[in-house]
């Protein structure tokens, strides 16, 4: 099995209470890959400028990510930059630099079209769109989201998302999506639009997921510090996916275990600043992980 | 075994988006006897007023709830106004008149002395430190505050939360009184004055405890509708501490199950507007919903 994942190639700048970082390695697309990478083999489409240094995802190509899909372009290479205050569950985002992804329409290379699971992070529901039609041979389909094509691209975003089967948004964008103050309705709306599962990113306060059987929630994991919070939605979503694609099916159990993986490795994410903490990370240190969320979430027999 | 709880009863007028309802029965030691009842005896020492509907009690009085130690005194009942907008986890207080509250010193009837368990809702510290000096049977106490004692009446706050076992705020309150954004080291901080176990409230994203065992959480049930958050706290708190009365001792498992019964407890509270839900609560339906919370919780061995 493989995941095909199109997404952003980024340099970040970031601050937060515990330090700041300039130009680092950052990207939906790159947070997402280091994260299912763990559990798959992931197929990577993206662009950068001539400016990017490749040599920063290398510890993607060692762990089997295919980066054939990488385009660089004449130019400079997608920067953002984004400030967290003590609470870090709120993006302050200081400014988007989009260069080479202007104008970036994702090609798949020959053997990318084989993906048998799709992951299209958040970037123009049309670019989704695009790849959504190259990858003909997908049988499972996750998107993300945010406010910008919430407000801006609101049409195009309700075709993508008739078109997915799991879509995952952050509680406010999804309550803005199906205007509603309530978690449960708002699940419902997506729902009636075709997607199965709806993944509801909750910050510090964890996950909650609907799918066909009901309600399913996970909390975050407790740190005492979390450095820095870019990048935890897209590594929740590659460890779940990640985890869906390799065991090949999605049952009620198994996307129970992929929120639980989703939850592990994103906390790992936010430990650290960039892809710090996801450069080390191994299968079994988050095997070990999960089995302390057993632990803290047991509810006992009464 | 019995608990004893003091506390406020109330005369609230509550507005929140789903209505308005005025001068209701509410009140921290109501809610949390309502919810205490459901599990065991409890002694109820308040104040009110000459206007206060005492009939509204009755239904508390059927569940063996002893009110001979609300006092009945010269004037106006204690009376509080708020607000919730859509972000329910936001209380707006539009209005306090303590009335017959703000001279109040509690006096323990004679049988009250011998309850072995103590709930101190949230009222001045020196109120609370003066309940815990006539308790003399006490060998479990459990404390709530609020972040007007933090702010104003800290060293007071300090000393009485060196006398309890169990601490229980809200997150905001916690990171207030310890000092930190982070969760973990505001526990720990309030667990070297003495308390062994803090439990910190979410709201709508349920409840973590801390205890010497480490971190264990509980979400929130999911409901369509949260019609009226007030007293969602205290009737956790009863649903909390009545088991553990009930069950004879504090171990790891009886915590874990008196944190779900705290959380399915408060999943009725706010579901309705005042007491409306918990004067028809059953332990019936308490069980029930503990059932749900077990199903949609469970981390699934990977």
Redesign the interface.
Same mark, same amino acid.
């Given at each position: 099995m493989s995941i095909l994942v199109v997404g952003s190639v980024a340099l970040d700048t970031v601050e937060t209470?515990f330090g700041k970082v300039h130009e680092v390695l950052g990207g939906s697309a790159v947070y997402f890959a280091a994260a299912a990478s763990l559990f798959t083999t992931v197929k990577l489409v993206a662009i950068v400028g001539t400016d990017f240094p490749l040599a920063e995802l290398d510890f993607l190509r060692e762990r089997g990510v295919d980066l054939s899909g990488l385009q660089v372009a004449p130019g400079r290479t997608f920067r953002w930059s984004g400030r967290y205050d #003590?609470d870090l569950n709120t993006t302050h985002t200081l400014d988007t630099q989009l260069n080479v992804f202007a104008d970036f329409h994702p090609r798949l290379p020959a053997g990318f079209a084989a993906a048998e699971t799709l992951f299209l992070a958040n970037i123009d529901p049309l670019l989704q769109y695009e790849v959504r039609q190259q990858a003909r041979c997908v049988r499972l389909t996750m998107m993300d989201t945010m406010n910008f094509w919430i407000q801006g691209q609101r049409d195009q975003l309700t075709r993508m998302i008739r078109a997915v089967d799991i879509v995952t948004m952050n509680e406010a964008e999804l309550r803005m999506y199906a205007g509603t103050?309530?978690?449960?309705?708002a699940a419902r709306r997506v729902q009636e639009l075709g997607p199965r599962v709806v993944v509801i990113k909750?910050g510090e %306060?964890?996950a909650?997921m609907f799918d066909q059987q009901? %309600?399913?929630?996970?909390?975050a994991y407790?740190? @005492? @510090?979390v450095k820095d919070p870019t990048g935890a939605g897209d590594s929740f979503a590659g460890g779940f996916l990640g985890y869906l694609d390799a065991c090949g099916e999605v049952t009620p159990?198994t996307l129970?275990?992929a929120m639980?993986?989703g939850s592990v490795v994103a906390s790992f994410t936010v430990s650290e600043f960039s892809l710090t903490a996801l450069r080390d990370l191994t299968p079994a240190r988050v095997?070990e992980r #999960?089995e302390e969320?057993?632990h803290?979430?047991?509810? @006992?027999?009464?």
């Amino acid at each position: 099995m493989s995941i095909l994942v199109v997404g952003s190639v980024a340099l970040d700048t970031v601050e937060t209470p515990f330090g700041k970082v300039h130009e680092v390695l950052g990207g939906s697309a790159v947070y997402f890959a280091a994260a299912a990478s763990l559990f798959t083999t992931v197929k990577l489409v993206a662009i950068v400028g001539t400016d990017f240094p490749l040599a920063e995802l290398d510890f993607l190509r060692e762990r089997g990510v295919d980066l054939s899909g990488l385009q660089v372009a004449p130019g400079r290479t997608f920067r953002w930059s984004g400030r967290y205050d #003590y609470d870090l569950n709120t993006t302050h985002t200081l400014d988007t630099q989009l260069n080479v992804f202007a104008d970036f329409h994702p090609r798949l290379p020959a053997g990318f079209a084989a993906a048998e699971t799709l992951f299209l992070a958040n970037i123009d529901p049309l670019l989704q769109y695009e790849v959504r039609q190259q990858a003909r041979c997908v049988r499972l389909t996750m998107m993300d989201t945010m406010n910008f094509w919430i407000q801006g691209q609101r049409d195009q975003l309700t075709r993508m998302i008739r078109a997915v089967d799991i879509v995952t948004m952050n509680e406010a964008e999804l309550r803005m999506y199906a205007g509603t103050g309530s978690l449960i309705t708002a699940a419902r709306r997506v729902q009636e639009l075709g997607p199965r599962v709806v993944v509801i990113k909750q910050g510090e %306060y964890g996950a909650v997921m609907f799918d066909q059987q009901g %309600y399913y929630t996970v909390p975050a994991y407790p740190l @005492e @510090e979390v450095k820095d919070p870019t990048g935890a939605g897209d590594s929740f979503a590659g460890g779940f996916l990640g985890y869906l694609d390799a065991c090949g099916e999605v049952t009620p159990r198994t996307l129970r275990q992929a929120m639980v993986l989703g939850s592990v490795v994103a906390s790992f994410t936010v430990s650290e600043f960039s892809l710090t903490a996801l450069r080390d990370l191994t299968p079994a240190r988050v095997r070990e992980r #999960y089995e302390e969320f057993r632990h803290f979430t047991l509810v @006992e027999p009464i």
